[in-house]
């Protein structure tokens, strides 16, 4: 199908919360039903492919999305495909919204068309998506799985996905992991002190 003859609806769509922090380990699913919580299963249904819009090449899919830069009108992907390249030239913007950052360009390897930029040195206002995959929403289609339907990615809002939960277990970790600090400490000055004696 040529990009003339595709027809993009004019609807706004929101990608549900399908993303990478859904995904857990064997140990957390096993975790979460001996303490009988419900596993979270993801709906591939509900997910997007995403693709170069002059070639159709599949450069990633919403799994890899962690949200969007609207200033700088930017998916933000924390993995792509091997058919997004990535310039081996620094290169440094002086003027505009990414004044004083250093970035590599991202091709397609399908049409060698520049898809997007991996920003490395930046001002403190972009630090966060420092070595990130940023992709120009404008250059981007997105397949949606559960209606087979072909969107422009600059109509679909890339929200951030809640982590309380996340950062919440997060936290009991690293409280769990500082409890054994703290015994182990507890070993070791017993061990010094009667080593000293």
Known sequence: MSNSTRSFPEISYVIGPCDSTQIS?????????????A?????????SVLQCMTCNTVLGDSLGICGEVPSLQSI???KVTEDVRVHKKLEMSLIGKLAFSTHQVLDCAGCHSAIGLVLH?????LSALQNLFLLRKELINCYMLRSGACVKA???????????KNIKELE????AQLKQVKILEGMMEKMYTRNVS
């Open 172 to 175: 009991q970790d690293l409280e």
């Open 154 to 164: 600059s109509k679909i809002n890339f929200k951030h996905r809640l982590m309380d």
């Open 25 to 37: 380990s064997i140990a957390d699913q096993l975790r979460a039903v001996k303490d009988g919580e």
């Open 121 to 125: 040195s930046t001002p403190e206002h």
């Open 76 to 78: 933000i992907c924390l």
């Open 39 to 47: 596993c979270t299963v993801i709906d591939f249904r509900n997910c």
